[in-house]
């Protein structure tokens, strides 16, 4: 079964930044597109950001000039880079693989932003 962890969550002030790492176990990760989703209290899943496997990105409106997702095929992980972070990015951060057109879905981790 295919495995994606997520970790670099945690509580932040206004305007810092975090760093999201999502460590997967897929075969062939290279071919894979990559993405993030968020869920925050009350609201539906949103996308955040993907990347395919050719490396072109596509990033949510209220993220782009943030936000930047990148991928490491070495170490089959794929980052969120977030910068000036406001309470309004407040969610559980999701990791997202889809591969063969089927997806896979980490556990989530925790972005709390305060002002």
């Known amino acids: 079964q295919v495995q994606l962890v997520e970790s670099g969550g945690g509580l932040v002030q206004a305007g810092g930044s975090l760093r999201l790492s999502c460590a997967t176990s897929?075969?062939?990760?290279?071919?894979?597109?990559m993405g993030w989703y968020r869920q925050a209290p009350g609201k539906q899943r949103e996308l955040v950001a993907t990347?395919?496997?050719?490396?072109?990105?596509n990033y949510a409106d209220s993220v782009k000039d943030r936000f930047t997702i990148s991928r490491d095929n070495a170490k089959n992980t794929v980052y969120l880079i977030m910068n000036s972070l406001e309470p309004e990015d407040t969610a559980v951060y999701y990791c997202?693989?889809?591969?063969?057109?089927?997806?896979?879905w980490g556990q989530g981790t925790q972005v709390t932003v305060s002002s």
């Open positions: 997202n693989a889809k591969k063969y057109g089927v997806e896979n």
């Open positions: 897929l075969t062939v990760f290279r071919i894979a597109t």
């Open positions: 990347i395919t496997s050719g490396g072109s990105t």
